[in-house]
């Protein structure tokens, strides 16, 4: 596709399941991030790919969040024994270069989470 | 300026006035920073950029000004318009620290006609 997809753009569950959360970068990006969006708040960094190197996991927020990147592309966010407070925007991004040369993420429009 | 509380400062700008959104960085190690712009229900839109060797960038309609004594970041916009309204953040990635964008709380932007 021609932007970053992301599924499901909405997802109800009730607390203590777990969740799966999709996102597909943009060919060709080897930069892929995950960050969560609380309501009226800003940015909450989770977890970076780049290429072929270990993800920096530094920002989420406890072990029942882990993400995955299969064959350099598509990749997963998962979120087990959900809680209230994982109820928030998650938003994917991707970027054709590392950060620090330029600063285009592409965003993708983010998956609503809601947890009963 | 930024809010560090749970409800984002707004700013109300009549149509066609210039408006000027600020943030205050937090790291002074910051070397590249970037303003995001984000409309309802969307995913935030990259806006224009700056590294630390510079202190302004202009871009269409917009400028970014970096004052690195006070890690002070503002974005102007020029005759502001209706489609302006939106939510914009700053961001910055810590020299060394590729690849973790910090971004700020977010400013509202109301365009008024």
């Known amino acids: 596709g021609a932007g970053v997809s992301q599924s499901p753009s909405n997802k109800v569950t009730e607390k203590g399941k777990d969740v799966e959360l999709r996102c597909d970068p943009i060919s060709g990006h080897t930069a892929l991030y995950w960050y969560r969006q609380s309501l009226g708040q800003g940015l909450e960094f989770l977890i970076y790919?780049?290429?072929?190197?270990?993800?920096?996991k530094s920002g989420l927020p406890s072990d029942r969040f882990s993400a995955e990147r299969t064959g350099g592309s598509v990749s997963t966010l998962t979120i087990q024994r959900t809680q209230q407070e994982d109820s928030a925007v998650y938003l994917c991004?991707?970027?054709?270069?590392?950060?620090?040369?330029?600063?285009?993420?592409?965003f993708g429009e983010g998956s609503r989470l809601t947890v009963l | 300026g930024e809010s560090v509380g749970l409800h984002l400062p707004t700013l109300s700008v009549q149509e066609g006035d210039n408006s000027i959104i600020n943030c205050a960085y937090s790291?002074?190690?910051?070397?590249?920073f970037i303003w995001y712009k984000q409309e309802s229900g969307k995913g935030p839109q990259f806006i224009i950029d700056?590294?630390?060797?510079?202190d302004k960038r202009q871009g269409q309609r917009v400028t970014v000004l970096l004052n690195k004594t006070v890690k002070h970041l503002s974005l102007q916009i020029a005759a502001t318009q209706p489609g302006d309204s939106a939510v914009y953040f700053c961001a910055e990635n810590i020299a060394g620290n590729t690849g973790k964008l910090i971004f700020g709380q977010g400013t509202t932007l109301q365009v008024k006609p």
């Open positions: 790919f780049q290429g072929n190197s270990a993800p920096d």
């Open positions: 991004a991707s970027s054709q270069r590392v950060i620090d040369t330029t600063g285009e993420l592409f």
């Open positions: 790291n002074s190690a910051s070397d590249y």
């Open positions: 700056i590294r630390s060797n510079m």
